[in-house]
């Protein structure tokens, strides 16, 4: 790799020949304990051999190998998605592996991205170093191209309500389904959005109760247009989550124009949405009745949100010049700061896991 080449999603745009993207496949054993942290290991053995002017790796997990990244003489930026050690999945051992990842990224990287405003905050105390708080982003939303997913699903639109995400134990899908089932909402489904790990014990629980619940679609992996067309049409997207970074999912169904019910974790409440939006961690009682609310009130017709306004500090283009502002910082031959074009050289990211499938892994 060299000259302008651009390794996975880094900044630029396609179309233009001065912005190459270059997709490298690098592999990983396919056991989620190892999978990660063996990829990150790797894809720094491969950054060392091609010599980046930046890697970027992401998530306090794939951190682990930041000192051996800068042992080889690379710049390293950091991206913090949020605190994985808090994850329910996760037991003691594999927390403490966590937690020395972002110690590591805290030590070592020459610059760290957080995507929470509070987190920031709170790592900077913890680490007493520098955090850029620059959020996760969602494109503009147009309409929905036409797709057969609603007839395939058997859906009616905006008589259902949608949950997009990972089938792991911190999104809280058991609660969803029992505040679901508790509403008693005749034509409105529940349609649950993403896959799990292989081999998930709690992936497989929630599949089994989704069977035993009425009217609840266990819709696997779904995105482009599929994706699109099942948040325009959503009467409600849901996500009771017990930790999250930024979630994706929520400012994407946010885009188009779903009524939103999340839980009031910290990462939800940094967005500062109307208190309607809100119900308290694990209260199904509440979510019940939320849940009601929102379906007869999405049913009316032509009734969207319209979350522009708050959505325009998450817009990909201005989130692309804050981080190339960053790689420029690290390397001045990164980027035109004068314009703020969006273009990166000699870039590679080494990726984390994204919306419950795992992505072929590019160095």
């Known amino acids: ?33 190892f999978d990660a942290i063996v990829h990150s290991f790797l894809c720094v053995l491969y950054a060392a051999v091609v010599r980046p002017r930046i890697v970027h790796v992401h998530a306090v997990g794939p951190s682990l ?27 003691w051992a594999a927390r403490f592996l966590l937690r020395g990842g972002e110690i590591m990224q805290a030590g070592f990287a020459n610059r760290i991205l ?74 409105m489904k529940l349609v649950i959005v993403g896959l799990g790990e292989n081999g998930s014990r709690y992936a497989a629980d929630v599949a089994k109760a989704a069977a035993m619940t009425p009217d609840v679609i266990m819709a696997g992996f779904r995105e482009g247009a599929d994706l699109e067309a099942l948040y325009a049409q959503a009467a409600v997207f849901a996500l009771p989550s017990s930790h999250e970074g930024l979630p994706i999912a929520l400012l994407e169904a946010m885009a188009h124009g779903c009524d939103v019910l999340i839980s009031d974790i910290e990462a939800h409440r940094a967005l500062k949405l109307p208190a309607t939006a809100y119900h308290a961690l694990g209260d199904i009682e509440q979510l019940c009745d939320d849940l009601r609310f929102a379906s007869r009130r999405a049913a009316l017709p032509g009734r969207r949100r319209d979350w522009s306004v708050k959505l325009s ?51």
Request: proline share 7%; glycine share 8%.
């Open 114 to 187: 957080c995507v929470s405003q509070p987190l920031t905050e709170r790592l900077k105390r913890r680490y007493r170093r520098d955090y850029i708080y620059i959020p996760n982003g969602v494109a503009a939303s147009g309409a929905a191209l036409p797709t057969a997913i609603l007839d395939t699903l058997d859906l009616k639109p905006h008589r259902y309500i949608l949950t997009v995400g990972r089938i792991v134990p911190e999104k809280r899908h058991f609660d969803l389904m029992a505040a679901f089932a508790a509403a008693r909402m005749p034509g």
């Open 65 to 91: 190998v930041v000192p051996l990244a800068r042992l080889f003489g690379l710049r390293v930026v950091a991206t913090h998605h949020g605190e994985d050690y808090r994850r329910e999945k996760w037991g």
């Open 1 to 33: 790799m060299g000259g302008r080449n651009v390794s996975d999603t880094g900044c630029g745009d396609a179309r233009r020949p001065s912005a190459t993207i270059r997709l490298v496949s690098i592999w990983s054993p396919p056991i989620a304990a």
């Open 313 to 363: 500090v998450y817009r990909w283009p201005r989130i692309a010049r804050q981080v190339l502002e960053v790689f420029h910082d690290l390397d001045a031959r990164i980027g035109e700061a004068e314009t703020r074009t969006v273009r990166a050289t000699g870039y590679i990211r080494i990726p984390s896991m994204v919306r419950g499938k795992r992505r072929k892994r590019p160095a």
